[in-house]
């Protein structure tokens, strides 16, 4: 009589079943691995015994069954589609082990399965990874990375560092599969791949700070954003950049030697709606201070009160670090300072110092 030995993958659990009743056997995750397997009572009642099987990680590859007395070949199947599928394993007599037990080893039984065509198990590949491949990675946008290989079903992909939370794309294959990620700050992201442990390949990215480009009727000033010191006003900046609220708006006070602040109303002078105030984040905690070149967020006495309007420092305006609680600097000026500079000496209303002739922003737009 053959003794057939089925194993049923649901998601990363392993389930053993013997033809006739099962007892005690141990359910585990992950790769194929049974540690001490309880014991197992045949249909006829004749045959009581424990198993033990581990992957290729572990310190044994063979599976013994205590004394099977009948079963001249192996045989092996593959039935039901991924994730719900069974192997089904005849064991043979084989070659005999301590106590007269029978021994089936990992890489006949992966053998067996290879040779008769069926899609392989997770534990029966050896995955290889040939290179891990990006695009340009853009802070707070969904970008993916590719990877090429063989056998890739059997490995394990994870991001560390910008970026940590990987998300699989559909369409993926067993030598190509892509991945996407969303970076939560700029800095280094690493993605590994790695398989029963041990790591196949390693690939560093850089995620840049973002950067702005900020369309204007007198030019073009483009500001870099600082998402590891100041997180809480980079992403509330972009938020307006992204839904492309501050699309013609315009700079509605300005003072020579101190701001040029804009962000707040429509060309029409109509005050526009903005989201919720965000917290303030000091320069104190940030590091960050109001000098010259830097754009920070306008807000009222309240502390915590920003919400769109922002402004560009003209001049070192440090006393605005602690003032009334101080403003949050979240970027700085790095190409068109000098249009800053000619919107700062434009003609205003002496009541309001709002220009005279609008000075518009007819984009703003993440562009890095």
């Not at 691995?33 to 009572?41: E, K, Q």
């Not at 560092?161 to 800095?187: D, K, Q, V, Y």
């Not at 997180?231 to 700079?251: A, Q």
């Not at 002078?269 to 940030?286: M, W």
């Amino acid at each position: 009589m053959n003794w057939i030995r089925s194993i049923l993958y649901v998601g990363m659990i392993t389930v053993l079943f013997f033809s006739g009743e099962v007892r005690a056997v141990t359910i585990v995750s992950g790769d194929l691995s049974i540690r001490d397997g309880g014991d197992l009572v045949f249909s006829d009642g004749s045959v009581q015994s424990k198993a033990q099987l581990q992957g290729p990680a572990g310190p044994a590859t063979t599976m013994a069954i205590g004394s099977v007395t009948s079963g001249i070949t192996a045989g092996a199947s593959i039935t039901g589609a991924a994730p719900n599928q069974v192997l089904n394993l005849t064991l043979p007599l084989g070659p005999q082990g301590a106590a007269g037990s029978s021994l089936l080893t990992l890489t006949g039984i992966c053998d067996t399965v290879r040779a008769g065509g069926a899609q392989m198990p997770p534990f029966c590949l050896s995955p290889a990874v040939t290179s891990i491949t990006s695009s340009l990675l853009i802070y707070s946008k969904p970008s993916n990375f590719n990877v090429i290989g063989t056998d890739l079903e059997g490995a394990t992909m994870t991001a560390s560092g910008a970026c940590n939370r990987l998300t699989e794309l559909a369409g993926g294959t067993s030598s190509t599969r892509i991945f996407s990620c969303t970076p939560t700050t700029s800095g280094v992201v690493t993605i590994s791949a790695s398989s029963r442990g041990t790591v196949l390949q390693q690939a560093p990215f850089t995620v840049p700070c973002p950067q702005v480009t900020v369309v204007t009727s007198m030019g073009t000033i483009v500001v870099e954003l600082y998402p590891a010191k100041a997180p809480i006003t980079v992403n509330n900046f972009l938020r307006y950049v992204n839904e492309g609220f501050y699309g013609n708006t315009i700079f509605h006070r300005v003072i020579s030697g101190f701001v040029v602040q804009g962000g707040g109303f429509g060309i029409d002078g109509i005050q526009k709606v903005p989201h919720l105030a965000i917290e303030l984040e000091q320069s104190s905690t940030t590091g960050l201070s109001n000098t010259q070149g830097t754009i920070a967020m306008a807000r009222t006495t309240d502390f915590s009160s920003a919400t769109a309007q922002f402004f560009f420092n003209t001049a070192n305006n440090i006393n605005l670090n602690s003032s009334s609680g101080g403003y949050a600097v979240f970027g700085s000026v790095i190409q068109g300072f000098d249009v800053v500079k000619t919107i700062e000496v434009v003609p205003v209303s002496a009541t309001d110092n709002k220009p005279v002739t609008a000075v518009i922003v007819t984009s703003a737009t993440q562009t890095k």
